[in-house]
């Protein structure tokens, strides 16, 4: 793509998003692309297949299955109390700090009302998640509004939504970008689905049913934590170094160090920019992106052996539906958390590596990646195409090397193949991209969801739970 700015226009409208992505993948240095998830929504270029979004020639999407993020939010409460501890330790100093900190000492929080924002969709600024939530739905209208049911069906669509109010507030914004101010009395109907412990199975947030997962000290949820404070340890010193070289009346600790990066995300999402992203090297940064690819791949992912097995339960509905076809239903809709996307895509081992991420340095050629994968309203999208086929010719006789086509071969054929949406780029199915524009071939994509199955295990029996609760999602469908 080349300098021109109507180059990033989709629609006539302008695209600051593209603009973003392609200065970052022309080699300019967008620190958007390195916040590990706590960034505004990004466009991914890592790894994806040439050609834009639109449809392989001779295709058509049929069916779509989207696994979304909620939109931009505040800190978390726990992130956001740690933020506010650290400030308060820095003032009680009564220190004035200098060189890369200096700015601080005149710093105010991006927070007005902790009590009442933490944990919340962020409503104003430019990267406010309910216009992002609103902007996702629209764009993805514009894409796919031949699947809208026609009003003269009287049929809604269902969508779904996993039971806190940032992700539920997520999806109705959303749905009104894509159904209209009206939808919940026409068009559509949200269904939330409570983030409690006693659904089993039937559920969008596996991680909170998961008895074992939870319990489990050693290897379950908190695991991920447990591999971060081993690889931040080995660049946060460093950093620590810097800063008291600068500032000699004040030690910050790992923990504070790591926050201060945090801050820069998040005061970004809130303020549109943040000086603490400037307190820190390039260098600091792809380290900070590798921490937290290290919390979420040992937390949830295909380091944390519950993984695989959370994810594979929306990841096998989904598969079910995709094999029954547009007849059943064309958009499926889920809305859920950072935390519920990576499990899905462990059990789908879409980045598949050929070792565990390692603790002692950042490998730069890694396949796990998640800052484009799951940044604020990060969507995972499976569009089922229907395809038209070319003649397949044969050889008459078979030692000749003459093609005659029969009639059979002479009619186009229709098929079928599954390919992969990440917030915009296409990426291929390792091991299952033979079809048009490296989809996958339904068949062989139904195969490998049955096949990883059988190799993660059942549900129940790896997460304890009783025979008689839930052993599958069953409200997915239309």
Not at 294 to 307: A, C, D, E, M, Q
């Amino acid at each position: 793509m080349g300098s021109d700015p109507h180059a990033f226009q989709e629609h006539g409208i302008w695209d600051k998003d593209q603009v973003e992505s392609h200065a970052e993948a022309n080699g300019d240095w967008n620190i958007l692309y390195h916040l590990g998830g706590n960034s505004p929504w990004i466009r991914n270029i890592n790894d994806i297949i040439e050609g834009g979004i639109a449809p392989p020639e001779g295709c058509s999407v049929e069916q779509v299955h989207m696994m979304s993020r909620h939109a931009e939010r505040f800190p978390t409460k726990s992130a956001g109390g740690r933020m506010l501890d650290l400030l308060q330790r820095i003032r009680n100093t009564n220190i004035s700090l200098e060189g890369d900190l200096k700015f601080v000492n005149d710093w105010e929080y991006f927070i007005q009302d902790p009590s009442r924002e933490l944990d919340q969709l962020i409503s104003t600024g430019p990267y406010a998640g309910t216009l992002s939530a609103f902007k996702s739905g629209t764009k993805l209208r514009t894409r796919y509004s031949h699947l809208i049911p026609h009003p003269s069906s009287f049929h809604q669509t269902h969508l779904w939504a996993s039971g806190s109010h940032r992700v539920i507030e997520s999806a109705r914004y959303f749905s009104t970008g894509f159904f209209g101010l009206d939808w919940a009395s026409s068009s559509a109907a949200l269904h939330i689905i409570p983030e409690t412990t006693d659904l089993g199975a039937d559920t969008l947030t596996p991680g909170d049913t998961c008895v074992r997962y939870r319990n489990d000290t050693e290897y379950g949820h908190d695991y991920g934590v447990k591999q971060l404070v081993k690889y931040r340890s080995t660049y946060l010193p460093a950093i620590r170094a810097r800063f008291q070289d600068q500032n000699s009346g004040i030690v910050f600790s790992d923990e504070e160090i790591y926050g201060m990066q945090e801050i820069c995300g998040f005061e970004t999402l809130v303020r549109g920019h943040s000086l603490w992203c400037n307190a820190f090297t390039h260098e600091d940064w792809l380290n900070f992106e590798y921490a937290r690819d290290v919390i979420h791949y040992y937390r949830s992912g295909p380091g944390n052996k519950y993984g695989p097995v959370i994810g594979w339960l929306w990841l096998n509905a989904t598969s079910n539906l995709l094999e029954m076809g547009p007849d059943n239903g064309t958009l499926f809709f889920s809305f859920v958390h950072d935390g519920d996307i990576i499990p899905m895509l462990a059990a789908l081992d879409l980045f598949p590596s050929a070792f565990p991420l390692p603790l002692t340095h950042n490998p730069i050629s890694r396949t796990w990646r998640t800052s484009q994968v799951v940044p604020m309203s990060g969507r995972i999208i499976f569009e089922r195409l229907k395809c038209q086929s070319s003649p397949n010719p044969t050889r008459t006789p078979p030692d000749s090397d003459i093609q005659v086509l029969t009639n059979q071969d002479q009619k186009a054929q229709s098929t079928t193949f599954i390919r992969i949406n990440i917030n915009d780029g296409i990426v291929a199915l390792p091991g299952c991209d033979s079809g048009p524009g490296s989809s996958c071939p339904l068949e062989e994509f139904l195969a490998r969801v049955r096949r990883r199955g059988d190799e993660i295990g059942d549900f129940r029996d790896i997460c304890g739970l009783d025979e008689k609760v839930a052993g599958r999602i069953t409200f997915l469908h239309q």
